[in-house]
């Protein structure tokens, strides 16, 4: 079974900050890895994946996420955080099975605040 | 644009009524989920569907059942609201296996 951990239910940064947002995963074989960000009220929009090639992966709003296969790890990135920002974010998973579309499995959910 | 639009924002429904959550997409995508949002739990996976007529159970599938009778529709239905389904449900669609889910806004329902 493939699982996801996000280990933090909140982060905290200052605008302008660097911030980080941490995601492990666990699946058989290679993973597909997503993030995404959920403004209150409403559905979840997707920001980057991961599938393969460049561990870098560049995204929505100037975000970014580092695919680290030894760590099992796919943290989100942003070297300057905007009050904006603000929100709930997902890291998800699903695992190259060869069948049909299964689904994402999603982590806890992090939420992010951004203090001006 | 791509688009998933689920009918309903929020409702309001009492015990042991049957309720309806209609999903739409006009991406032609094949695969469609419903899930479930609760506050600490994340999102899980009740139904997903890979093509019309077809459905398969996801984690949390009891007390729900689905219906695709057209490529574009997933329906979720609760035979009979309870209050624990109090809860944020969210429609998604994506074509094939590698890309991205596309949501919906999302359907809050309360069981009073």
């Known amino acids: 079974a493939q699982s996801v951990a996000q280990p933090e239910d909140q982060v905290n940064v200052a605008e302008g900050n660097p911030l980080t947002v941490k995601c492990t995963y666990s699946v058989s074989g290679n993973p597909y890895l997503f993030w995404y960000v959920q403004y209150p009220n409403r559905g979840l929009q997707f920001l980057l994946k991961y599938i393969t090639g460049d561990n870098l992966v560049k995204g929505s709003y100037g975000f970014e996420a580092e695919f680290n296969k030894s760590q099992t790890s796919f943290h989100l990135k942003k070297p300057s955080a905007l009050v904006s920002d603000s929100a709930l974010y997902f890291c998800?998973?699903?695992?190259?099975?060869?069948?049909?579309?299964?689904?994402?499995?999603f982590g806890k959910g992090t939420h992010l605040i951004i203090q001006p | 644009d791509v688009k998933v639009t689920q009918s309903s924002r929020y409702l309001v429904k009492r015990t042991g009524e049957k309720v309806f959550l209609e999903c739409v997409q006009d991406?032609?995508?094949?695969?469609m989920f419903w899930y479930r949002q609760d506050p600490g739990l994340g999102l899980r996976l009740i139904y997903f569907?890979?093509?019309?007529?077809?459905?398969e159970k996801g984690d949390i599938p009891e007390g729900y059942s689905v219906s695709r009778e057209k490529k574009e529709r997933f329906s979720l239905i609760l035979e009979s609201a309870s209050t624990n389904q109090t809860s944020m449900y969210l429609c998604?669609?994506?074509?094939?296996?590698?890309?991205?889910?596309?949501f919906g806004e999302g359907s809050r329902l309360t069981v009073l």
């Open positions: 991406m032609d995508h094949e695969n």
């Open positions: 998604a669609s994506i074509r094939g296996s590698t890309g991205e889910l596309f």
């Open positions: 569907s890979y093509d019309v007529k077809m459905k």
């Open positions: 998800a998973v699903r695992g190259i099975s060869g069948g049909g579309a299964d689904g994402l499995t």
